[in-house]
């Protein structure tokens, strides 16, 4: 009886739990290189800043996948929600350049050795995880990394740092106004 459960637990179905927690994982990491991708290739500003929200999306997935959901709501609130916005009201308040772009016009060899220094970070990457014996995270018995817990924290213990952020997103939404204040007559 008890080998029969662990060569079903050792080679799990398609339809089993640990197979669909490994789609959504796969989902999740295929929406960080499809935003990516999506930021990386389009021509137009407001599809790249697209793209960079929905990489920060699967970031937030991932980080959810590794027990951590607080990091993953911090991920959502301060890089989907202000980072990404901060840069499209900053697009949207500079003026537009000229057609004339110099970033346009490049060497002929940058495209070739971009994807060929990224295929090769791919395939040691895939060859790394392939090979790696992954061991599951036991999660403790105890709330520790709880949501209260780190509430509780971040507003008593360490609430410099939780002040030092905001401080950092207003600097950053100052700095980009006048940034975008500058380049207007």
């Known amino acids: ?14 339809f089993s739990a640990e197979s669909f927690v ?6 999740t990491v295929g929406l960080i290189v499809s935003g990516a991708i999506m930021a990386i290739v389009s021509k137009r500003l407001v599809r790249c800043i697209t793209g960079l929200a929905v ?28 980072v990404s916005i901060l840069i499209a009201f ?13 970033s346009t016009k490049g060497n002929g060899i940058v495209g070739p050795l971009g994807i060929a220094v990224a295929s090769l970070m791919f395939a040691a990457l895939t060859i790394l995880g ?23 924290m971040l507003l008593t213990s360490h609430s410099m ?4 952020v ?10 980009a106004l006048v940034l975008a204040r500058r380049g207007r007559n």
Do not use: H
């Open 161 to 164: 740092v939780f002040e030092l």
């Open 130 to 152: 392939v090979n790696t014996q992954w061991k599951a995270f036991p999660r403790p018995e105890t709330a520790i990394g709880d949501m209260q817990q780190m509430g509780f």
């Open 1 to 14: 009886m008890q080998t029969t459960i662990c060569q079903t637990v050792a080679n799990p179905s398609l």
């Open 55 to 82: 990489s920060f999306t699967g970031v937030a997935g991932v980080y959810y996948f590794l027990l951590s959901p607080f990091l993953a709501m911090m991920q959502m609130l301060i890089y989907v929600g202000a």
């Open 90 to 102: 900053g697009i949207m308040m500079a003026t537009p350049e000229g057609e004339d772009d110099a």
């Open 22 to 27: 490994g789609l959504i994982f796969l989902v």
């Open 166 to 175: 905001s401080i950092v997103l207003l600097i950053a939404i100052i700095g």
